[in-house]
């Protein structure tokens, strides 16, 4: 929707015969896919507007609601052709001018026409975000419902989680407690989500063998939830007796200081297995180490590849980004959660798709300076950005 | 480097090093405690001694100096404190030196943090930097300090297009509007240069993710080594510039240094500490040799039995 | 019902949060639900608080092993939050910023804080070394690139890699151990470091699902997720 210059009207503190001259062809249009409180204002600058020599020190724009009262929103400075005026209502209805500033004198614009802002409920830039979304998604949910109906789904064995049942094993034999650390996020962070649901398998075995788990926190609300995690596993081994509110405590949400007091917990209780699952910032060798040094063996899992390498490093075995998230549907053999992990695997065939296709458009390009295989790297790298407002 | 007790120093390191490479030849292991003395050492005596070195920029550092370098005087210089105390001694230095350079060319530095921490380490640069090096500087004027704001990523959704918003005063409660370096700003992109210095999250990749990209504003920032290499792969498409980890804050101390003779007497904590991490580094590599060693003689021995 | 609410607001607000991200009008959703999370975490934090108190004292009182370290711990939570919150030592009284110049709070913070943090930031220095030790070992084939790659990035990062291979000519200069460095980050490592990050991506989409769909559900105390 689009608004011409209508007709000159007498604003406040305009003299009658400007000195400077008012901008032109000043036309307001519906901003693309907002809530209806953006509208566009775009125009020619003042014929005095130049660079250096000219006399225009700015421009200051007016708007009118409801045939209200003018009311100044901006002030721009010279050079300006277009402003983007928000924080609009949907069911008002606008008129908009310009005033040209110099030193001594100011004209002002026509004024545009009455408009009314239009409200979009889908952002159509998104597009193609949109359909990788539903691609993705709809594969997942495709492959969950292929394995509720009992298709047999092949997941490659990862090591990390193979050695969770021998890692408690051995804890058992030593009578030494296992320490559980769900990194130092919150509850807001899906890396937490994934360890809690490790935490959840490790649990039950925990109370099946009368071990003692010990899981130091960095944040409240993830205290609140493993105690709730703990709680319901020792419940499904037969075990309610043994749970105990005091195998969950918080630290601090301090970064090194959460790090120190594990460390000393590490050191005085020597757990015989050590599980770093979550997200870890610069604090990952430090526990890391601090683990190998008392013996213990670790399992560690993060989705932050800055870390990995300290795991690596350091752990006995390392969970690689997507092997975290993988690990509950793994360990727990669920057909819904083994479905997704497959539907996953739709979007890393899109992932390599793309990679292939793109590197050979763009070489060929290179090679041939043939246009087409320019459009095709470029639809491409379209396909791939997001564009906002 | 002339010194008599730094080729002393740098003697003891080498003949503790050919020592523990024989035993390791005998096939003995090294206690890691003797590895802890000899990173001791190795950063102690440098720091000690002022042992340091010249450090010629690299492209993604030269970046971010010609950016700030090459802007028009008054340009709009949006910065980030988003780290903390253990994180200040690798970015301290980076903010300190990049605060300087955009006050020396007269841009308009407008501070503010994610972090609840980034406003002390901000007061760190205000005395040190701009009280000191630049007295005339008016507040609210030639720079101004929003402060923190709590909301992580939500507090970039929100700026990225209304800043005010967010910031409604600066730190010391002045309202925006009666701010004179604010006036021609409504949101991020009305910025010239948005710069994170940081390591954590949030950081550089949420300022780039969520501000940068999407308006196309050109951002660059200052991270901790061993987060560096993660934001590769935005350079030079989505930040146009990037300090990694103390080395390219020495980098960019050095280089700022030789084009601005007038603050040729700055501290440059940078290049101070790249003297004890380079020292470090070669240690490091001789336990690595010592440990192969040791693991080919275990070996052998192993075979032989 | 005690499982149910938690989950209907999950699957409730998860599809939201989707939608919102499409929607213009729904934009600000986004936002609002992340500021809703961090007050509700600034109320948990009177359960963490409370129980490390709990802990402390119940230590403190029973004469439990290490009781002493409590004292420390209580001392610490205590001055703090009297500095912090009710501003005591703060020459501007409780209405002052908690970071005055001159105030407990900020005594504290600087010399004891930021010291402590630094230290245990340090601690990295003497592990990183004795990691390196124990891990660079040319075990196998994939250990002898991973040590091969270790040294050139460390040599790299010191100006000793410059003087090594400075001799080498221009044509050949990838060779020159910097630029073997910034090459093995900015190529293996980065095409490695993105695989890793997509499958990431995919892995949490994969997560979220379930978590919305309510097929995880382990983290609500609910065993059968």
Redesign the interface.
Known sequence: MTAGAQEPVSGDSVPTAPAVASVTLLTAEDYD????DNLVLTWEPSTDDQPDVGSVTGYRVYRITNNGEPVAV????PGSQSFRV?DLLVDSAYQFYVVTLSAKTSAESMRTSVMLTE?????WN?WN??LI?LV??GA??VY?ETAKRGKKLFIRKIAGLEAIDDAIGRATEMGRPILFIPGIQ???D?QT??A??I???VA?QVATYDIKIRMPVS???V???AR??I???Y??AGRPDAYSE?MV?????????Y??AVSGIMV?EKPATVFLLGTF???S??L??TG??IGAIQIAGT?R????P?F???CDFTL???????A??YLSG?P??LG??K??DV??AM?MAAVVLGVAAVTLYSLTEVGFFKTAADWLQALFT???? | MGDIRVIIVLLLIGGGLLWLLIRALRGKEVDRRLVFVFILVSVAAPLLLTITFEMKPTPVVQALYDKIENLPAGSKVLLSYDFDPPMAPEVQPMADVVSRHVLARKHKAVFMTLWATGQAQFNITLEEVIHRDFPEARDGVDYVHLGYKAGNEGVLNVIRTDFKKMFPTDVHTVPWDSLPILKRIRSCSDFDLIISLGGGKPGLKEWVLFVGDPTRVPTAGGVTAVVAPMLYPYYPGQMCGLLGGIKGAAEYENYFRDNHPEYAGMETPAMLMMGPQTVAHVVILAFIVIGNVLFVVTRRKEVKR | MRREIPLGITIFVGFLAIVSFFSPPLEGLGEDFTLFFDIIAVFAFFLGGGNLVRIHATKLIKRKADWVYSIVTLIGFFGMLAAGLLKVGNPGGIAAPVTAPGSLFSTLYFNLNLPLGATMYALLAFYVASASYRAFRAKNREATVLLVAAFVILLGSTPFGTMLTSWIPHSLDILQIPNMAVWTLSAPNLAGQRAIMIGIGLGVVSMSLRLILGIERTYLGDDRG
């Open positions: 896919y907002d809530d209806g901006a002030d721009l400075l928000q409200r979009e409920w889908i952002n998104l975000l949109m979304t993705i998604g997942i949910l969950i919150d509850m807001d899906v989500l994934a809690l649901t935490l959840g398998r039950e944040r409240s609300l205290m609140t939830a709730e995690t709680k319901a596993s419940q499904a005091d405590s918080y630290i601090t949400d301090e970064q090194f200081g790090v120190a005085r910032l610069a604090e060798l430090i890391a180490e190998n040094s989705a590849p800055a870390q990995l300290f690596v490093a350091a690689i980004g997507e092997e975290l998230f993988a509950s549907a669920e819904r959660a997704s992990l539907g996953q979007g890393k992932a997001i564009t906002s407002d």
